[in-house]
């Protein structure tokens, strides 16, 4: 059965660039008779709300996009993506990083060819070759990309836009799949996430087709389903720029509270390029 997710981080309200990102994903389950979850997605705990779990389900309801089921949350599910990273330390395709943002920012500059990818540097791997290490200390984990590479072969997805995609394994580099605070990471969270709700169609912005790339590696270690994706256009503001949570002029709530109908607010959605 088709199924979709709408996965909003409960850090404040929604605006219009979520409004698009739900409205695909609503719009394609129904148009096929299927499912629409909405999964929130709050491991970054200390950015987190209370308040904004139950905001952004108003402003959905508000905008007639209802959903199916009870929302998710990810941190009901810290076991399961527990038991995942298990599963790729045994397949020896992870390992623990003890360095600190600051630490890989020095080591940064002073490597003249500094490994870059499509949002900035890269980890450059510094503790990809420990063998010892400390015991006492909670480690982050990273992914082994040209292990995990090697083990799974040649791999692509399929996006509803763009067609096939061959996987890059390294376009990321070795992202961190285990915070050393909360266990678990956005890849690998979301991967684990999209199996367990049989999510056939992952709907998300353009800005996350690198992810993407992560995210296939993870599914055919993890030996988990493999959905297709449509990787839409972002909604942007005057200047260009990407709807942020400082757009509060373009919030579901301020445009409700100005009296707009949800009709108009979704007509926006056609308007803003
Ligand atoms: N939480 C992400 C966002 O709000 C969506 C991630 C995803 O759909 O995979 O952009």
Not at 4 to 15: E, V
Not at 91 to 119: D, M, S, W
Request: proline share 5%; with cysteine.
């Amino acid at each position: 059965m088709t199924t979709t997710r709408f996965a909003p981080s409960p850090t404040g309200r929604l605006h219009l660039g979520h409004a698009y990102a739900a409205r695909v994903a609503h719009d394609l389950a129904r148009k096929k008779g299927g499912r629409f979850w909405v999964r929130f997605e709050d491991i970054d705990h200390t950015r987190v709300r209370p308040e904004y779990y139950d905001g952004i389900l108003e402003d959905l309801q508000w905008l007639g996009l209802q959903w199916d089921g009870e929302p998710w949350q990810q941190l009901d599910r810290l076991d399961h993506y527990q038991g995942a990273l298990e599963k790729l330390k045994e397949l020896e395709v992870v390992y623990p990083c003890f360095c600190t943002r600051k630490e890989i920012e020095t080591e940064l500059t002073q490597i003249t060819n500094a490994p870059h990818g499509p949002e900035g540097p890269l980890y450059p791997g510094t503790c990809r070759g420990l063998g010892e290490f400390p015991q006492d200390r909670e480690p982050a984990w990273r992914l082994n990309t040209r292990k995990a590479a090697q083990l799974a072969g040649h791999l692509s997805f399929h996006d509803m836009q763009h067609g096939e995609i061959a996987v890059v394994p390294h376009l990321l580099g070795d992202v961190i799949l285990a915070r050393k605070d909360i266990g678990t990471s956005y890849h690998l969270a979301v991967v684990i996430d999209d199996a367990a709700q049989e999510v056939t169609h992952v709907t998300r912005g353009e800005d996350l087709l690198p992810s993407t790339h992560v995210h296939r590696l993870l599914q055919s270690l993890l030996g988990l389903s493999e959905p297709d994706y449509l990787h839409h256009r972002l909604i942007l503001d005057d200047s260009g720029q990407r709807l942020a949570k400082r757009h509060d002029s373009l919030a579901i709530a301020t445009l409700r509270n100005q009296g707009l109908t949800s009709f108009e607010v979704l007509e926006l959605l056609c308007q803003h390029r």
